[in-house]
């Protein structure tokens, strides 16, 4: 079993960028393929973006693509969200996942995933 929790929220003006942070304790990371997820209030849970046990493959949704990388670090336990040219819609609490199994065929479901934080506040003004 692992345990996660997310750092690195806050209030950014758009067009400004955060780095989110997911660290783990408990069973090791690497053993892990890893996710961000986010939530607006009255949305739905969507994908963001994922990563592979060795960091060698990664996945974004489309509203990430060229904004977002997702990274890890193995020795340190973490996951990163580096969030580029952020816009109001990006406005959402962010999720991080682990998923046992590493289910790339279905990485962009919620219910893949084994593990979850607590989440982080992002909120991005106009």
């Known amino acids: 079993q692992v345990q996660l929790v997310e750092s690195g929220g806050g209030l950014v003006q758009a067009g400004g960028s955060l780095r989110l942070a997911c660290a783990a304790s408990g069973r090791i990371l690497v053993s892990y393929g890893m996710a961000w997820f986010r939530q607006a209030p009255g949305k739905e849970r969507e994908f963001v973006a994922a990563?592979?046990?060795?960091?060698?493959?990664?996945y974004y949704a489309d509203s990430a693509k060229g904004r977002f990388t997702i990274s890890r670090d193995n020795a340190k336990n973490t996951v990163y969200l580096q969030m580029n040219s952020l816009k109001p819609e990006d406005t959402a609490v962010y999720y991080c996942a682990a998923d046992e199994l590493e289910r790339v065929a279905v990485i962009t479901r919620p219910d893949s995933y084994d593990y979850w934080g607590q989440g982080t506040q992002v909120t991005v003004s106009s």
């Open positions: 990563i592979s046990r060795s960091g060698g493959n990664t």
